[in-house]
């Protein structure tokens, strides 16, 4: 049973390392045709928009924290703010390194009592499910008002399918403990889990919600850091960003929260409707560095935590 675990877990790996070399093929064709000429015109052409979008990362990660903290307040840890925001930074840094941001649990858990661990790590993953909902509902919505895609796909098949998609993440989001599991159905940390949601029906609600603001959220500081360098004051470039986040989201990765994959889809989305390359590359480097490297790093100068208060 381990060993053929084990073997599809290296087949998972084998299959993923081929995505990313072929992602990273796109990525260096897209590149090629850019001539170094191209990035001497760079222009810094709205400063205050790049302020702005960098402004933007304490209601991004502000979001994310009412998130942590009613997460928190459900399972009752008892926990002061001080460790609670040393948890919330270890799991940006955790995240960072994880495809989707989907282990920030491991840096999170990390500041609890082992008692309360496995209820956090499914909480935390369940946030992280509405998460990627979000990036679901708004590119499904902007296929829909577009009604195009970059990649040439059938309009109707693929909006039917998205369409699909979302009823049966939206089902499993609100319904995944009526489902069967032989394994976790017995394990008393799962079953506990259920009684919390069944006592608060709201906190799915709510973390949903908050998922669609913050994506609305990270969604403008794209539009607003793009447009820094390029002119493109329009809704429709807003719409093109959220599928950005769509077929980003749906493309699986390996670490480094999607880097490379994002760069190589936001050349092919906004490069298709013919903005410049060197202007969609730097805008989503930026973002990455803004809202996932910076933090992290800020968070290995923070998370400097004695093992005696983790006992």
């Known amino acids: 049973m381990d060993k053929t675990i084990k073997n599809k877990g290296i087949l998972f790996l084998f299959i993923k390392m081929i995505l990313l070399l072929g992602v990273s093929y796109l990525l260096y064709n897209q590149l090629s045709s850019v001539k170094s000429e191209d990035w001497n015109l760079l222009e810094l052409k709205h400063p205050l928009f790049l302020l702005l979008s960098c402004s933007l990362i304490i209601i991004n990660w502000g979001i994310e ?9 459900l399972i009752k840890t008892d926990t002061t703010n001080k460790t609670n925001f040393k948890a919330f930074m270890a799991g940006i840094a955790t995240g960072l390194i994880t495809p989707n941001m989907i282990g920030n649990f491991l840096g999170r858990i990390y500041y609890f009592k082992k008692e309360f661990r496995p209820s956090i790590i499914l909480l935390t993953l369940l946030s992280s499910f509405s998460q990627f909902f979000a990036s679901i509902f708004f590119g499904l919505l902007s296929i829909l008002i577009l009604n195009e895609t970059p990649f ?9 399918l998205l369409i699909v998609f979302c009823i049966i993440l939206q089902l499993f989001y609100f319904k995944f403990e009526k489902l069967k599991w032989k394994y976790l159905s017995r394990k008393k940390h799962y079953t506990k889990v259920v009684e919390l949601l069944k006592n608060k029906n709201t906190f799915r609600f ?10 609305f959220i990270f969604t403008l500081q794209f539009w607003l ?9 329009n809704f429709d470039t807003f719409l093109w960003i959220w599928q950005i986040f769509l077929w980003t989201t749906l493309v699986p990765s390996l670490w480094f929260g999607k880097l490379v994959i994002r760069e190589t889809i936001a050349l092919i989305v906004l490069g298709s409707v013919g903005f410049g390359q060197v202007e969609i590359l730097t805008a989503s480097v930026l973002i990455w560095i803004v809202n996932l490297a910076l933090p992290s790093l800020i968070s290995v100068f923070i998370c400097k935590q004695n093992k005696k208060e983790i006992e």
């Open 152 to 160: 040439g796909l059938n309009i109707k098949l693929g909006i039917t």
């Open 65 to 73: 924290w009412i998130k942590w903290t009613d997460t928190l307040s």
């Open 225 to 233: 850091m793009f447009n820094a360098f390029e002119n493109a004051l």
């Open 206 to 215: 709510k973390l949903l919600y908050l998922s669609l603001g913050r994506h």
